[in-house]
T-cell receptor, first 112, second 114 residues
Framework: QKEVEQNSGPLSVPEGAIASLNCTYS??????FFWYRQYSGKSPELIMS??SNGDKEDGRFTAQLNKASQYVSLLIRDSQPSDSATYLC????????????WGLGTSLAVNP | KAGVTQTPRYLIKTRGQQVTLSCSPI?????VSWYQQTPGQGLQFLFE???????NKGNFPGRFSGRQFSNSRSEMNVSTLELGDSALYLC?????????????FGAGTRLSVL
């Protein structure tokens, strides 16, 4: 089992729809969770960070964290073609060796 | 404020050679992390440097090494290059330890080993 798992996709949604991206992790001691977006040929850029259970909203983006079920999700409302990218989930492991563990990413395609 | 700068952007090397990549973090950032990204393996953590000390290390062979200078600039070296080392190498900087603060990525160095 990978430490951080994401569906590779591609996830295809029509313009204006809600895109739902999911990420599960194995380390129960994980403390911080991040969503990055990576356009083809570019480097990852941070979209959201979340640290506590519940929802965190920023514009069209909402991150949801459920530590008991060990999953974190990202919702993109009113999806735009410019949202087409790979979305990477990153999890900060707990303990002494604190480092970010990355999922392989979910490819999202928003169709006009 | 300037972002994370990686040089060179592209490199072509042959098997057996060695290569050095450079990363200049955002001003004021003291932590630099290095990653290897390939289509099949995703982002793989190489190592993190903080205040000139390697603080974390991933599961890569000893051919991969790095260092950080007093101005927080970092270099990564790969010796005895193998075909499988072809990848995008990304550097990320943050204020403190990796993961304790948001990581900001450079544009990357694309290495091709022939």
């Amino acid at each position: 089992q990978k430490e951080v798992e994401q569906n590779s996709g591609p996830l295809s949604v029509p313009e204006g729809a809600i895109a739902s991206l999911n990420c599960t992790y194995s380390d129960r001691g994980s403390q911080s969770f991040f969503w990055y977006r990576q356009y083809s040929g570019k480097s990852p850029e941070l979209i959201m960070s979340i640290y506590s259970n519940g929802d965190k909203e920023d514009g069209r983006f909402t991150a949801q964290l459920n530590k008991a079920s060990q999953y974190v999700s990202l919702l993109i409302r009113d999806s735009q073609p410019s949202d087409s990218a790979t979305y990477l989930c990153a999890v900060l492991k707990g303990g002494n060796n604190r480092k970010l563990i990355w999922g392989l990413g979910t490819s999202l395609a928003v169709n006009p | 404020k300037a972002g994370v700068t990686q040089t060179p952007r592209y490199l072509i090397k042959t098997r057996g050679q060695q290569v050095t990549l450079s990363c200049s973090p955002i001003s004021g950032h003291r932590s630099v992390s290095w990653y290897q990204q390939t289509p099949g393996q995703g982002l793989q953590f190489l190592f993190e440097y903080f205040s000139e000390t390697q603080r974390n290390k991933g599961n890569f062979p000893g051919r991969f090494s790095g260092r950080q200078f007093s101005n927080s600039r970092s270099e990564m070296n790969v010796s005895t290059l193998e075909l499988g080392d072809s990848a995008l190498y990304l550097c990320a900087s943050s204020l403190g330890g990796a993961g304790l603060n948001i990581q900001y990525f450079g544009a990357g160095t694309r290495l091709s080993v022939l």
